[in-house]
């Protein structure tokens, strides 16, 4: 009989396949014209990883042999294989600090996390966190809570708003980002939420802090188109 092949084993060869695939031209495209900054990369679109991740299939041991991996197309495609119900609360501490680039943060936050039990946990875990991908993850998971999850009452998002306006003056370019796309998604919810998220918007492009300004005049725009 057939030993079955270990996740490691089967992560190894999911590399393989990927660094078969790669190209030096979409790998120097990333990092210049998307500020991808990945020491590990072999330069694969994303429509590929994810055609990967569909064909693999949910495994959580694979996922796990995948990030040790440590190339940033196997860590990308963790989030096609990973199992929102196994992730833990550990695994999401752990990885979380190894992200080294706004891909990483936003994908697993947008294709995977957002899908765990653990979300809004994390959010609030993470909200003041040192580590600027780590706290860019706050305010991208309540995004991608913000796009999926339809049934959410308005009650935790409302908590969000006064940890953004905070956040806002943090002068780091995918901190600021992460917040204006937080806050975005949050006034585009409901009228409810539009409310209050256009009223945080006013106090930040009010405020002395270049990239509150920044954050809460862009939201102002993209809330003004959407009453035309």
Not at 23 to 47: H, P, Q, V
Request: hydrophobic letters at 45%.
């Amino acid at each position: 009989m057939a030993t079955a092949k270990s996740p490691t084993a089967r992560a190894r060869e999911a590399v393989a396949w990927l660094k078969a695939r790669g190209s030096a031209k979409i790998r120097d495209e990333a990092l210049t014209r998307y500020g991808i900054t990945a020491s590990k990369s072999f330069g694969i679109r994303m429509g590929v990883i994810q055609a990967l991740g569909k064909k693999l299939g949910r495994d959580h041991d694979l996922a796990l042999a995948l990030w040790d991996e440590e190339w940033y197309e196997a860590r990308l495609l963790t989030a096609y294989v990973d199992d929102p119900a196994l992730v833990t609360p550990a695994q999401m501490d752990r990885w979380v600090k190894d992200f080294d680039n706004w891909g990483i943060c936003d994908t697993l936050c947008f294709a995977l996390w957002d899908k765990t039990p653990h979300a809004w946990a994390k959010v609030k875990k993470w909200r003041d966190a040192k580590p600027e991908f780590v706290r860019r993850s706050s305010y991208a998971l309540i995004a991608s809570l913000g796009v999926h999850d339809k049934k959410a009452p308005d009650a935790p998002f409302l908590k969000t708003l006064p940890w953004m306006e905070k956040a806002a003056t943090d002068e780091r370019n995918f901190v600021k980002k992460g917040v204006s796309w937080a806050l975005r998604v949050v006034g585009r919810r409901n009228q409810v939420l539009n409310k209050a998220a256009t009223r945080a918007a006013e106090r930040m492009a009010a405020s002395d802090s270049p990239s509150a300004i920044w954050i809460g005049k862009d939201a102002l725009r993209e809330f003004k188109r959407l009453k035309r």
